[in-house]
């Protein structure tokens, strides 16, 4: 059941308004200016207008969805730490105690955190609706959810966009709290792709050496039991995926679906963003990656979606704080299209030519 409203839902995504997003280029080639001087905030401005339909979109309201989720796979040892933090984390997004919440103060952006699957419920937090399940099975055990678990995590992904939307947000960043995660990410990044798990696995919050041998053993041996399949995204996050990857692919077709732009967080992000896209290709026309994270396959990721990060900054520490550093660059580069006098104003002539 929930798999028709599902597929009806995707049947609904549209690609963004590309005469929009031409007209703001234009406009951005009439500003006084060297052409093409802002570089990629050019480009990211004119697309978010495409999506937002408008010449002079807004980014005044800008949220980070949050989702939190517990992973079975943390039992074989591939995390530097308990699956206890999670919670506690989760808890801290409440109180601003964690360094999204600290980067989003300065950011003008609201943190919106969500338990999709902790292990134990969160005072303040937890909610019914949002709540899939209390983590996931070990993959190297069992599958790590069913199939209907990823379709509902994947509808709560795209209500929680819907309901955003209609709050007035008019950008979304992603970001995710869950112990273990960037071994769920691997593994679904290793399905999605075929590469091996020896080069799509990285020591993640800062696992050991010998940790990091562990973590490939298990994505190897975890994959060749659950065994795939590599064209059926909902079969690989539900065999090797996790409650917030799910989510998250969810918040990317939600974005799609509802016209918002999404911001890409680093490593784990961008594998949701990949399931999304396999799901429904007209999605990456919404999707802006905000940096490239030290995790080593992050880079294979962006390039198998097509996307480039505009900053480098070795950060691997997920929450969404990667994408959290883009907001006040495409709030400078808003300012520059809004506020610049144009070529006519300032009344240049010998511009006009080069910028027809
Ligand atoms: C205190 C703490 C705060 C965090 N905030 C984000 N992560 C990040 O690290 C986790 C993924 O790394 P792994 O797969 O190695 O467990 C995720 O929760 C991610 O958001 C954190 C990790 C820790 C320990
Ligand atoms: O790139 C990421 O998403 C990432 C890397 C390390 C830890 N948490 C998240």
Redesign the pocket.
């Known amino acids: 059941m929930p798999e028709t409203i599902w597929e009806n839902e995707i049947k609904q995504i549209r690609l963004p308004d590309e005469e929009v997003r031409k007209a703001s280029l234009t406009r951005w080639n009439h500003l006084a200016k060297p052409l093409h001087g802002m570089g990629a905030l050019e480009t990211m401005l004119a697309r978010i207008a495409g999506i937002q339909g408008r010449l002079h979109p807004s980014l005044q309201k800008k949220g980070i969805v949050v989702l939190c989720a517990d992973n079975g796979i943390v039992k074989e040892g591939v995390s530097q730490t308990g699956a206890e933090v999670t919670a506690v984390v989760a808890g801290n997004f409440l109180t601003g105690q964690t360094s999204v919440c600290k980067m989003a103060k300065v950011a003008g952006a609201d943190i919106l955190p969500y338990d999709i699957g902790i292990l134990t419920d969160v005072e303040g937090l937890t909610k019914a609706e949002y709540k899939i399940s209390c983590g996931t099975k070990d993959f190297l055990e069992e599958p790590a959810m069913t199939r209907e678990e990823v379709v509902r995590a994947i509808l709560t992904g795209m209500k929680i966009v819907k309901e955003r939307k209609a709050q007035g947000y008019e950008i979304l960043a992603t970001g995710e709290m869950g112990i273990g995660n ?1 071994t769920t990410s691997s593994a679904v990044a290793c399905a999605l792709t075929g590469e091996a798990a020896g080069v799509m696995t990285g020591r ?2 800062g696992l050991s050496d010998e940790g990091l041998i562990r973590k490939k053993e298990v994505i190897t041996e975890g994959l060749a039991r659950r065994n795939p399949d590599p064209s059926d995204p909902v079969d690989i996050l539900a065999k090797v995926g996790g409650l917030d990857i799910a989510g998250l692919t969810g918040v990317f077709l939600g974005c799609a679906r509802y016209q918002v732009p999404a911001v890409l ?5 961008s594998v949701a963003a990949l399931a999304a896209v396999r799901i429904e290709p007209k999605v990456k026309e919404y999707l802006f990656a905000s940096h490239r ?3 080593p396959a ?1 880079n294979r990721i962006l390039e198998e979606l097509g996307l480039e990060a505009v900053l480098d900054l070795g950060m ?3 929450e969404g704080t990667g994408a959290c550093a883009l907001f006040p660059l495409l709030d400078m580069a808003m300012t520059v299209y809004e506020e610049m006098s144009s070529f006519d104003d300032i009344q240049v002539e010998q511009y006009k030519e080069y910028t027809s």
């Open positions: 960037t993640g919050a967080d680093g490593f784990i992000s994270s030290k995790e992050h691997a520490l997920g």
